[in-house]
Every structure is written in structure tokens, then in C-alpha cells.
């Protein structure tokens, strides 16, 4: 287990974040069609090894989530694996393992996420092949008489369960439940969902007997649903979010890395810089996606000339994200 607990006090150590880089083939080939690259298993190759290869990346960036094809593909122009190209940079290579969100019920809008079918020997092999870290993210939806008890318990066993699994195969689970929020709800009604969940989920941590030491969490920041027409300021997002947190993330647990569900990049980065300026029991950090890498991509638009513009988009938020981490952006 101490091994667990070194690599996941890494992935959360102070003044770095976690990049998310494991979209699937159909969010990319969305992203691509957006900046007019037809996406490919080539095209795709290109565009992250221009994003991994970013020169002092890992002074930023503690760990890389990557798709399973990512995990097989070689940086382009050498002869390295890329989750082997990363450990050489003392960037640690993580992997998504779950099989994505559908239907809890026939015609209903909650979401269980799937994936447990064949994980253990999945895991196996991925930890062969380099990973350190996995991650599986659960969907939790607002709207009218939802989320039900039933959805976010479902969700809530379907981490514990990979969670318990990964810690078996020697791999950090990185446990991610995603309360969405799309919508009109207010904060109120987003700190009372993720509060919900946050309990649920660590309840079921706990019953699964998972190493709270040996994991991060990667929640939603608590803020009002995009489409309300009050929106939280940045000080009471970080005050909500922290006391929603302080309420039932364990002392024990290493770290925080919030996702930044689809905010804007700078927001992602001023509400993460806010928490930063208050004591906390963890280290809080990112696990940015979009936030990180929508400069870059626009940059990029499928041209290897842009690379080191491409590169340089990518540092500048990398690094802000860090300094945020600091409270000091």
C-alpha cells in the first residue's frame, strides 16, 4: 500500500495538476470537426505527442490520464510508447477505464456508468504497460425529481468497486463523481446534490474497505447550474465548494483535483485560486481537460508548424493552473 500513497500524494503535490487527456475517439473527432482536422488515429497521435512533448511540461503537470488507444500509440518521430515518453519526464501515465454513462433505466435520464465486466484483467495489463493511476467518472444529473437515491447510490458502489479493484492491481484510482451542472439550479441545490453524493460515495468507500490514502478524489466544484440567472461570485463558489468538501472528504484522503465541467478556462482557474487561499486538509489541484487544452488546440488545428505555439498555450494555462494551486495566480 505505501506505494499507492507515495504515487498518490504525487499526483496531488502542490504547485502541480493532472491533465486530462483521455478523451474518446468521439469527443475528438467533435473537437477536431471544430477547428476543421479530419480525426484520425494519426491525426490524433500528432496532436497529443505535440502536447506531451511541451518542454518543461512536468514542472506543471504530475500525471497524464490517457485513452486506452493513446496508451498504445508512440510519440511521433521516436520509438517510445507514450506512457513510457512520460515516466521519462517523471510524469506519471494514468488510464480511463470505465466503458462510459447509460441509461439507469429504460427511458430515464439518470446515468449509472458501466465497466466493471473484465476490469480486474484490464487493470493488470495496463499496469504492465506503464499506467500508475486509473480513473473512472460517474455522472450525476439535476433536473426535475432527480438525482434520485437510487442513481446516486448505483454510482456511488460502481466507484467504490473500481476503486477497490484498481488498489488491488496496484494502480491509484482516481474516484471521480460529476455532479452536472447543466441547468437553471441554484448553488444551493448544487451544494445539496454533491453533498449527497460526496456522503454516499465515501460511505461506500468505506463498506468496500478502499485505502483512503491510496486515492484522489476529482469532484465538481459547487456552483450555480450554467443557465441560472443568479450566478454565485467567485468567493462564495470557494466557500460553498470547501465547506461542502469539509463536510465529508476524510482528513485521510491526499488530494483534491477538481474537473472544470465544461467552466470557462479562467474561471476554472480563478475559483481554484480562491480555495487555494484557505488551509485545508488535502492539497487541492486540477484535473483539467478542456480548460488545459483549448487554446492549444486551436493553435494546433492539425499543423505540425504550430507546434510550439501549440506547446506554448499549453504551458501558459499549465502553469497559471499552477500557480492557483499556490492561491498566488
Not at 479530419?38 to 490520464?65: K, M, N, Q
Not at 456508468?113 to 444529473?141: C, N, P
Not at 455532479?179 to 441554484?186: C, I, Q
Request: negative net charge.
Amino acid at each position: 500500500m505505501s506505494e499507492l500513497h507515495s504515487i498518490a500524494a504525487r499526483m496531488v503535490a502542490k504547485g502541480k495538476g493532472i491533465l486530462a487527456a483521455d478523451e474518446s475517439t468521439g469527443t475528438c473527432t467533435k473537437r477536431f470537426e471544430n477547428i476543421g482536422v479530419e480525426c484520425t488515429s494519426e491525426s490524433r497521435c500528432d496532436y497529443r505527442s505535440a502536447l506531451f512533448t511541451s518542454p518543461g511540461l512536468e514542472s506543471y503537470i504530475s500525471g497524464v490520464i490517457l485513452y486506452d488507444e493513446t496508451f498504445r500509440q508512440k510519440i511521433v518521430g521516436t520509438n517510445h510508447l507514450i506512457p513510457e515518453y512520460l515516466q521519462s519526464k517523471d510524469i506519471l501515465p494514468g488510464i480511463k477505464v470505465d466503458t462510459g454513462a447509460h441509461p439507469l433505466k429504460e427511458g430515464s435520464e439518470e446515468k449509472n456508468t458501466t465497466g466493471l465486466d473484465g476490469l480486474s484483467e484490464r487493470l493488470g495489463e495496463y499496469y504492465a504497460l506503464g499506467a500508475r493511476f486509473a480513473k473512472w467518472r460517474a455522472v450525476i444529473t439535476l433536473g426535475d425529481g432527480i438525482p434520485s437515491d437510487e442513481c446516486i447510490l448505483a454510482n456511488a458502489e460502481g466507484l467504490a468497486k473500481y476503486a477497490l479493484l484498481c488498489q488491488q492491481a496496484n494502480l491509484v484510482p482516481i474516484v471521480e463523481p460529476e455532479v452536472l451542472m447543466d441547468g437553471t439550479h441554484t448553488i444551493e441545490s448544487s451544494f445539496e446534490v454533491t453533498d449527497k453524493t460526496l456522503n454516499t460515495v465515501f460511505e461506500q468507500l468505506e463498506q468496500h474497505h478502499v485505502d483512503l490514502k491510496g486515492i484522489v478524489l476529482k469532484p465538481n466544484m459547487v456552483l450555480s447550474g450554467y443557465d441560472c440567472d443568479n450566478q454565485a461570485s467567485i468567493e462564495e463558489v470557494a466557500q460553498q465548494t470547501l465547506e461542502c468538501l469539509t463536510k465529508n472528504v476524510p482528513s485521510e484522503v491526499p488530494g483534491i483535483a477538481f474537473l472544470s465541467g465544461g467552466q470557462s478556462n479562467d474561471l476554472a482557474i480563478s475559483h481554484l485560486n480562491e480555495m487555494n487561499k484557505k488551509d485545508t486538509d488535502w492539497n487541492v489541484t486540477f484535473s483539467y481537460g478542456r480548460a488545459l487544452q483549448q487554446d492549444a488546440l486551436k493553435i494546433w488545428a492539425g499543423n505540425l508548424e504550430n507546434t510550439n505555439a501549440t506547446q506554448g498555450a499549453l504551458l501558459s494555462r499549465a502553469k497559471a493552473n499552477s500557480l492557483a494551486t499556490k492561491g498566488n495566480f
